[in-house]
C-alpha cells in the first residue's frame, strides 16, 4: 500500500468453460494441473505457458450437482453448501 505495508488480495481467474462446466456456466474457474503450479508463480515464465495454463481442464474425474442457492452469497459459509440438493420429483409425482 501507500504507507509501504503488505496487502493480502485473492483473484478467480476465469476461462470458457469446459464439456461439463457448459451444463451450467458460461464459464468456469481456471484450474491449474499440478505439474504447472512452480510455472505459474515464476515471473520469468513467457506470457504463451500461462496462456497455455488457463485453458479448460477436461471434466474427467468432475461431476456436477445441484446445491442450494445459498452458495449465491458470501455471508453463508460451511460445509452444508456443497450437500446435494434431493431430487426434485417427477411431473408425475406432482399430481
Do not use: Y
Request: charged share 25%.
Amino acid at each position: 500500500d501507500g504507507a509501504g505495508g503488505v496487502i493480502v488480495g485473492l483473484a478467480l481467474l476465469t476461462t470458457r468453460p469446459n464439456r461439463l462446466a457448459r451444463q451450467v456456466h458460461h464459464r468456469m474457474p481456471v484450474i491449474l494441473r499440478e505439474e504447472d503450479e512452480g510455472d505459474w508463480l515464476d515471473p520469468c515464465t513467457p506470457l504463451a505457458a500461462l496462456t497455455r495454463m488457463m485453458e479448460p481442464v477436461a471434466g474427467d474425474g468432475f461431476t456436477v450437482r445441484e446445491v442450494s442457492q445459498k452458495v449465491n452469497a458470501v455471508r453463508n459459509e460451511g460445509p452444508s453448501l456443497l450437500e446435494p440438493l434431493p431430487p426434485r420429483p417427477s411431473q408425475g409425482e406432482l399430481f
